[in-house]
């Protein structure tokens, strides 16, 4: 199985901070990855796909980049907003397996 | 507009079952996977499974094969998942999810308000 971890697990960082989560895949998995953001008590929101696509209405200061086993997730200034747990999430074919990184929570300092 | 609508909260005793509901509107049932994904409290998201609603071909996480089923009602645009032999740590919340395309998915765009099933004796 594939396994995801993300790094660091949580950071504090300063309004207009540039904020950079890593996830790693233990195989290859080209560019199948996505990013969500779920902030205390709601449901995850999907905000990368395919690596570095931003959903429809995701605002533009988010950001993604990578491929094969290494990926970041990028807010480029950090907004009160943004509070809230990061989560990568895999997909792997034949069959299909779709793995979620531990997460990492970002407050501010 | 897109939604997946789950039923309420449900407290079950350990070894029984429990059977959650997702009635999707706003979209083509039939043309998009549905998804489930747990979270126990405080914890990260733990990918179940996902359903075809044409087929109903399902594919399982493998640590839920033999106890998870996953089915669905087309005439009703509904979807189901039903975990048996609970135990404690089957604790969580349980969303069910859209695959973001039809056909071929590498994510989730639509999420369920999520569903918490407590079990204890």
């Known amino acids: 199985d594939i396994q995801m971890t993300q790094s660091p697990s949580s950071l504090s960082a300063s309004v207009g901070d540039r904020v950079t989560i890593t996830c790693r895949a233990s195989q290859g998995i080209t560019n199948y990855l996505a990013w969500y953001q779920q902030k205390p008590g709601k449901v995850p929101k999907l905000l990368i796909y395919t690596a570095s696509t931003l959903q429809s209405g995701v605002p533009s200061r988010f950001s993604g980049s990578g491929s094969g086993t290494a990926f970041t997730l990028t807010i480029s200034s950090l907004q009160p907003d943004d509070v809230a747990t990061y989560y990568c999430?895999?997909?792997?074919?034949?069959?299909?397996?779709?793995?979620f990184g531990p997460g990492t929570k970002v407050d501010i300092k | 507009q897109v939604q997946l609508v789950q039923s309420g909260a449900e407290v079950k005793k350990p070894g029984a079952s429990v059977k959650v509901s997702c009635k999707a509107s706003?979209?083509?049932?039939?043309?998009?996977?549905i998804n489930w994904v747990r979270q126990a409290t405080g914890q990260g998201l733990e990918w179940m499974g996902w359903?075809?609603?044409?087929?109903?071909?399902?594919g399982y996480a493998q640590k839920f094969q033999g106890r998870v089923t996953m089915t669905r009602n087309t005439a009703i645009s509904t979807a189901y998942m039903e975990l048996n032999s609970l135990r404690s740590e089957d604790t969580a919340v349980y969303y069910c999810?859209?695959?973001?395309?039809?056909?071929?998915?590498?994510?989730?765009?639509?999420w369920g308000q999520g569903t918490l099933v407590t079990v204890s004796s």
């Open positions: 999810t859209r695959g973001r395309q039809p056909l071929l998915y590498y994510d989730f765009d639509y």
């Open positions: 359903m075809n609603p044409t087929s109903g071909n399902t």
């Open positions: 999430q895999s997909y792997f074919s034949a069959p299909s397996i779709f793995t």
């Open positions: 706003g979209y083509t049932f039939a043309s998009y996977d």
